[in-house]
T-cell receptor, first 118, second 110 residues
Framework: NAGVMQNPRHLVRRRGQEARLRCSPM?????VYWYRQLPEEGLKFMVY????????ESGMPKERFSAEFPKEGPSILRIQQVVRGDSAAYFC????????????????FGSGTRLTVV | GENVEQHPSTLSVQEGDSAVIKCTYS??????FPWYKQELGKRPQLIID?????GEKKDQRIAVTLNKTAKHFSLHITETQPEDSAVYFC?????????FGKGTMLLVSP
């Protein structure tokens, strides 16, 4: 099992460009979460997706950020017109089940994409 | 929504000492409390978790305790080793997603 795969590991973008981050969950996991981590800060929730559905996007900025998890292929976090403040590590995690009405499972995290906006 | 507070933000101990990290949460509906260890430049990795129907769980040198009444849970590491040096995050989960504390940087000196 290859675990949660994120790519690219490092991404450099100029201000105003688009950043596209990819995440393939662990085999058998249908729940995907995106978190942002700034230096010396915790993991901030951005969005929770299941296949073809956004379940909770309460942590994602309303403008410039979007996420999808299509029926086929990886989950994508897209940041349009990037600004310096978008520089951070973006982690994707996947799990077997959510807590709602079911057994809670821990998240397995990917290695992250470190976005640098210059 | 859920709010998780974590203390201390940094913790320095001598090798062989014990380390304790404490967290509080706000949502009484939260019922799952994992702890993650993150080494520099690496992914957060689950080291232990506890569910709300259990008060304490132990795995070798690490243990977690949960006080649901006080909405408080703690990570205990005994006989610390230099390789335990990392950032540790607590988290709480109720409805759907994990809310993380801001992390504790643990430094174990030989």
């Amino acid at each position: 099992n290859a675990g949660v795969m994120q790519n690219p590991r490092h991404l450099v973008r100029r201000r105003g460009q688009e950043a596209r981050l990819r995440c393939s969950p662990m085999k058998g996991h249908s729940h995907v979460y995106w978190y942002r981590q700034l230096p010396e800060e915790g993991l901030k929730f951005m969005v929770y997706l299941q296949k073809e559905n956004i379940i909770d996007e309460s942590g994602m900025p309303k403008e410039r950020f979007s996420a999808e998890f299509p029926k086929e292929g990886p989950s994508i976090l897209r940041i349009q017109q990037v600004v310096r403040g978008d520089s951070a590590a973006y982690f994707c995690a996947s799990s077997l089940q959510t807590g709602t009405g079911g057994i809670n499972y821990g998240y397995t995290f990917g290695s992250g994409t470190r976005l640098t906006v210059v | 929504g859920e709010n998780v507070e974590q203390h201390p933000s940094t913790l320095s101990v001598q090798e062989g000492d014990s380390a304790v990290i404490k967290c509080t949460y706000s949502d009484s509906a939260s019922n799952y409390f994992p702890w993650y260890k993150q080494e520099l430049g690496k992914r957060p990795q689950l080291i232990i978790d506890i569910r709300s129907n259990v008060g304490e769980k132990k795995d070798q040198r690490i243990a977690v305790t949960l006080n649901k009444t006080a909405k408080h849970f703690s990570l205990h590491i005994t006989e610390t080793q230099p390789e335990d040096s990392a950032v540790y995050f607590c988290a709480a989960r109720g409805y759907s997603t994990l809310t993380f504390g801001k992390g504790t940087m643990l430094l174990v000196s030989p």
